[in-house]
């Protein structure tokens, strides 16, 4: 089977791909793969991947082939396979821009990943920092400060409180925002 023309190898992998002309001809032309290998780099390429990437070009090749109409099929191949080459590199050029696009210096950039990225221990930490205050606040709260300001914290509103309570809305505001300035306080101190 080897000493049939490439016209007639083609002919039989027309009928079938999976015929035995293919490694036939693939190993006829693998010169031309040789040669673009050692003209173009593709960054991660391994000799395996050149193979199959030149293998699969070949079967689309012999598919598209049409022997009345071209007369050199080494030339159409080696097309074809340039071009899918230069697919390759640009591929992989553009997965290149696009990781150093999306890339960040955390120097550079502190601020904002300090801003976004949850650190759960500083959570803890503010929470229990949050939770000493308000044992700290608690005993400086007058009678319906501290009233209004239970409540706020078990989740009520302050239509609630003044409902349940009996008091009136300015009273319950009033007493709202003086219990929020005294927190600010011990938060601050």
């Not at 039989?12 to 793969?33: C, G, K, N, T, W």
């Not at 040669?35 to 395996?48: D, T």
Request: with cysteine; hydrophobic share 40%.
């Amino acid at each position: 089977m080897s000493d049939l023309s490439d016209h007639a190898l083609i002919e039989l992998l027309h009928q079938s791909l999976d015929s035995p002309a293919l490694p036939i001809l693939f190993e006829r032309y693998r010169p031309v793969l040789q040669r673009l290998q050692n003209q173009y780099f593709i960054p991660e390429f391994e000799q395996g991947d050149w193979e199959q990437e030149a293998l699969l070009v070949m079967c689309e090749t012999v598919r598209r082939f049409e022997t009345q109409r071209l007369r050199s099929f080494g030339a159409y191949y080696r097309l074809r396979l340039a071009h899918r080459i230069f697919d390759l590199i640009r591929q992989a050029q553009a997965l290149k821009r696009q990781m150093t696009r999306n890339a960040m210096s955390i120097e550079t950039e502190a601020e904002y990943i300090a801003d976004t990225v949850p650190d759960h221990h500083w959570l803890l930490r503010e929470q229990l920092e949050t939770k000493e205050a308000i044992y700290q606040v608690l005993p400086r709260l007058s009678g319906i400060e501290h009233t209004v300001f239970t409540g706020l914290l078990l989740g009520q509103t302050l239509a609630s409180i003044s409902q349940r309570h009996q008091l009136s809305d300015q009273q319950v505001r009033g007493a709202c925002h003086r219990g929020q300035s005294k927190l600010r306080q011990v938060l601050a101190e």
